[in-house]
């Protein structure tokens, strides 16, 4: 384990001081000096110095700017949206001077491309929605907009679908939920709706194991099963697993399957492959190892997902 941690600490300041909080026993003051990183080097400044000065990267909220909306979509991670959910993936500092400046310029300037409204303001789709939200309530902008959308495009099963308002009768889905309770949980100081909603969206993923229909106990989508990082939109067994361990701490018995499944995947030398890459334009690459090679990211996550299931003791570091 020490090995393994250490290989984490050395690794880009967003890896380093996430490692340092979940995994070890730092001291707070250590942990802050390295999270205080993540927006002056490494990964964290990088995207930050990918801004531009209307408060967009590469042009566009959603989709690039050069994206031809007379093509066939695809996926593109180098837009406002991705490059916003990525700061709160490496735990950037909101209170540090350049995401202050990069969040105002968004909240002042920023629009969804065919909605007309501020970003923090949201659009229609719940997938898209959740993302924001959480991003919303990381960085202290107020999404109540957001909020209320999403409570209004809740399922009956307590889930949520990004196509609903084009197809009505489309049945929940584990990405769209996802996203829709990684953001409700975000919301500072939640009302009782709020709060009764997320319940209602957790149960729906826990009755089904997070990866199996109830009507047959199959499993969803064997994708659901890959270790993917950055996560983006997708919905993944660990990505479901790492809301879980802030969302229900006590460990809720039925997320049992789902933990055997992410700790048969540990590798020998005590680290996690990563397993499915994402395809899409970026700004620049994380790390050089592709898929089925060990990946810190979904180490760190997988990790500390163990750690809180098992109640382990963290590393103590050699002074």
């Known amino acids: 384990m020490n090995d ?17 909080r979940d995994l070890t026993d730092a001291p707070p003051a250590a942990i802050a000096e390295a999270r205080a990183e993540v927006a002056m080097s490494g990964w964290g400044a990088r995207l930050l110095g990918e801004q531009a000065e209307d408060g967009r990267w590469d042009g566009g909220t959603y989709r690039p700017g050069w994206v031809d909306d ?11 949206h991705f490059s916003l959910q990525s700061l709160v993936e ?14 105002d310029r968004v909240a002042r300037q920023v629009t969804w491309q065919y909605h007309d409204t501020g970003y923090f303001e949201g659009e229609t789709e719940s997938c898209i929605n959740g993302i924001a939200l959480a991003i919303g309530g990381y ?3 107020d999404s ?13 099963d307590g889930g949520w679908n990004c196509w609903s308002e084009e197809e009505p009768g489309a049945p929940s889905s584990f990405h769209s939920t996802l996203a829709a309770l990684e953001g409700l949980f975000a919301v500072p100081d939640p009302s009782e709706e709020v709060t009764a909603a997320r319940l209602r969206g957790e149960e729906y993923l826990l009755e089904r194991g997070l990866l199996w229909r109830v009507s047959d106990g199959e499993l969803t989508d064997v994708r659901f ?5 950055p996560v983006r939109w997708y919905y993944d067994v660990l990505r479901a697993l790492d809301y879980f361990r802030l969302a229900r ?5 039925r997320l049992g399957r789902a933990i055997d499944l992410l700790r048969a995947k540990q590798l ?10 994402h395809e899409g334009p970026t700004l620049f690459e994380l790390e050089a190892e592709g898929e089925g090679h060990p990946s810190r990211w979904v180490t760190l996550r997988a990790l500390r997902v163990l750690r809180w299931w098992e109640d382990a003791a963290p590393v103590a570091l050699t002074p």
Do not use: C
């Open 144 to 156: 109540s907009r957001i909020v209320q959308t999403l409570l209004a495009g809740q399922h009956a």
């Open 4 to 20: 393994v941690v250490d290989y984490l600490l050395s690794g880009d300041p967003a890896i380093r001081w996430q490692t340092l």
């Open 225 to 229: 099963t890959l270790l993917a990082s």
């Open 139 to 141: 960085f202290g902008q």
């Open 249 to 253: 701490p006590e460990r809720d018995p």
């Open 70 to 80: 007379e093509k066939p979509f695809f996926d593109a991670w180098t837009a406002t």
């Open 90 to 103: 490496y735990g950037v500092d909101p209170a540090a001077e350049p995401v202050r400046v990069a969040i």
């Open 268 to 277: 020998p030398n005590g680290m996690f492959p990563l397993e499915y890459h």
